[in-house]
């Protein structure tokens, strides 16, 4: 074989060796049609998702703010004690109350006296006083007023279980001092439940009286 036509055969093969190696390299570095969504893949998505915290349910809480409360729709049940006066009239008496006996006053302050009417007390603190409980027979003529709620002595069970299902289902009977037995109903003072709450005591199916009341 001549020189010449070797060289052409050694040129033609090198040619194709390089053709081949190019053909190859180019089909590893092709991109994927589609990449999967690393968003989707991340465990740390559904982690972050399930790790927050729940809110509290209070739609389904029953219950009568003390402090929308207002006593025939003027009077707020924490107020000055000659405007509380004029609502509800003298007391029977004044006197400190025996602290052995009472629990948990409306402000952290000892230095309180009761307004009594008959064995329903007023808080008073100087020139501040305290509903906290309400005798509908000793006061006939006054009604608690709340956002669509009037509460007297002509109030039934039958029409607070229209507006408080719940907590009229629960009633139970209470064995009242020196009273007798009452029916009694238990209603949140807050739309979220603190310390306090309402008691409402019923007499042959009327509302007799209602308090803010405390578990210890």
């Known amino acids: 074989m001549s020189d010449q036509r070797a060289i052409r055969v050694l040129t033609l093969l090198l040619t194709g060796l390089f053709l081949g190696s190019c053909q190859e390299t180019g089909s590893v570095s092709e991109i994927p049609a589609a990449l999967p969504n690393p968003a989707a893949a991340s465990p740390a998505t559904s982690i972050s998702a399930a790790a927050s915290p729940a809110l509290p349910d209070t739609t ?16 707020h049940l924490v107020g000055r004690t000659a405007s509380l006066y004029k609502v509800l009239g003298r007391p029977d008496s004044l006197v400190a109350p025996n602290m052995l006996d009472y629990c948990m006053p409306y402000y952290d302050n000892r230095s309180f006296k009761c307004a009594y009417y008959g064995r329903s007390c007023v808080e008073v603190y100087g020139d501040t006083a305290v509903v906290s409980s309400l005798n509908f027979k000793r006061h006939p003529g006054l009604e608690l007023h709340s956002e669509g709620l009037r509460l007297s002595r002509t109030t039934t069970l039958a029409s607070l279980g229209k507006v408080f299902p719940q907590a009229v289902k629960k009633q139970s009977v209470l064995d009242v001092y020196k009273t007798g037995k009452r029916v009694a109903v238990v209603l949140q003072s807050a739309q979220i439940p603190n310390d306090y709450s309402w008691l409402l005591l019923f007499h042959n ?8 009341s405390t578990p210890c």
Do not use: A, H, K, R
Request: net charge negative.
């Open 60 to 75: 389904s809480i029953e219950f009568i703010d003390s402090d929308e409360v207002t006593i025939n729709g003027t009077q």
């Open 205 to 212: 199916g009327l509302l007799e009286s209602i308090e803010l």
